[in-house]
């Protein structure tokens, strides 16, 4: 079974700190993906990395793909109250299989 | 384009009562999940199908049941409902290849007393 561990669980901060959400694991990954929950509603996709050491930026935030494929991190700069949610990491493996491994997620607050 | 339907959006069961909740989604996609997702437990995969005909169990699949007759539909059936199911059910689908991503529906949130 692959695991992914996000770290912090919680996070609460003030708006304009800057964060950095962290998803790691043993094994390597295809392919991983970062969604964001907000309350009563679905994940949303926020984007997909899919090579190893790939970068990618969608407005204030920055996702990272490690090198090995196996983690990945998500900066935010300047967090506003519209940031807050429940961010969450999924993994695709290499076996051909299309069935994502979720994180626990980490739940942020930006306090305005 | 509606994406991922849920429906109900709520529900109330009684101990031993069943119910299905039904899930559509319009993007021709291939495959589909139901999810079950507990505070702070993450998301749990129940059921899970390729394609029409075709479902398997996934990590949590004990007390549901679950069918694939079109692209379009995988309802999720509860059969005896326990407490241990009280919980919020999302389904989601995807295309195939690496960089599809999950287009997930709004949920429903279910209480069995």
């Known amino acids: 079974t692959q695991l992914l561990e996000q770290s912090p669980q919680f996070l609460s901060i003030q708006e304009g700190e800057n964060l950095t959400v962290y998803c790691n694991s043993s094994?390597?990954?295809?392919?991983l993906q970062w969604y964001r929950q907000e309350p009563g509603e679905g994940p949303v996709l926020l984007v997909t990395?899919?090579?190893?050491?790939e970068v990618k930026k969608l407005k204030r935030l920055t996702f990272q793909f490690g090198d090995a494929r196996k983690d990945s991190s998500l900066h935010i700069t300047a967090a506003q109250p519209g940031d807050t949610g429940l961010y969450l990491c999924?993994?695709?493996?290499?076996?051909?299989?299309?069935?994502?491994?979720f994180g626990r997620g980490t739940s942020l607050i930006v306090h305005p | 384009n509606a994406g991922v339907t849920q429906t109900p959006k709520f529900r109330i069961l009684k101990i031993g009562q069943s119910m299905t909740l039904q899930c559509t989604q319009d993007?021709?996609?291939?495959?589909m999940y139901w999810y079950r997702q507990d505070p702070g437990m993450g998301l749990k995969l129940i059921y899970y199908?390729?394609?029409?005909?075709?479902?398997d169990k996934g990590e949590v699949p004990n007390g549901y049941n679950v069918s694939r007759s079109t692209t379009e539909d995988f309802p999720l059936r509860l059969e005896l409902a326990a407490p241990s199911q009280t919980s919020v059910y999302f389904c989601?689908?995807?295309?195939?290849?690496?960089?599809?991503?999950?287009?997930f529906g709004s949920g429903t949130r279910l209480t069995v007393v």
């Open positions: 993007m021709n996609h291939n495959y």
């Open positions: 199908s390729v394609g029409a005909g075709i479902t």
């Open positions: 094994s390597v990954f295809s392919s």
């Open positions: 990395v899919v090579t190893g050491g």
């Open positions: 999924a993994g695709l493996g290499y076996r051909g299989s299309y069935i994502p491994t």
């Open positions: 989601a689908s995807s295309g195939t290849g690496r960089s599809y991503g999950y287009t």
